[in-house]
């Protein structure tokens, strides 16, 4: 079975930095793209990041560039969001993604596996 586990939110002030990790297991994940979602209370989940396992291709939501970085250990089969620059904005619970498709694709629906989620909280 393919379990995604997240791990490394927490509470933290604006200006400082978090990094998630995704804990991969169940099968060989070369093949596909892992993906970061986020979603806040009373808003739709939004796609934040994605990375090519294979290839390392990346993709990010445009309220997020330049402050977060996507990133993989493939021997690790962890998948990393480092956060930098937090704002109250991002404040939400954030669930790793994966689907079996080398495309940096944006919508959750195209991701068949889901972790549970791990709570970001950024105080003003």
């Known amino acids: 079975q393919v379990q995604l586990v997240e791990s490394g939110g927490g509470l933290v002030r604006a200006g400082d930095s978090l990094r998630l990790s995704c804990a991969a297991s169940?099968?060989?994940?070369?093949?596909?793209?892992m993906g970061w979602f986020r979603q806040a209370p009373g808003k739709e989940r939004e796609f934040v990041a994605a990375i090519s396992w294979v290839l390392g291709n990346t993709n990010y939501a445009d309220s997020v560039k330049g402050r977060f970085t996507i990133s993989r250990d493939n021997a690790k089969n962890t998948v990393y969001l480092q956060m930098n620059s937090l704002k109250p904005e991002d404040t939400a619970v954030y669930s790793c993604?994966?689907?079996?498709?080398?495309?940096?694709?944006?919508?959750?629906?195209?991701?068949?596996?889901w972790g549970q989620g791990t709570q970001v909280t950024v105080s003003s």
């Open positions: 169940g099968r060989t994940f070369s093949r596909y793209t």
């Open positions: 993604a994966a689907r079996y498709s080398p495309s940096v694709d944006e919508g959750a629906r195209m991701y068949g596996y």
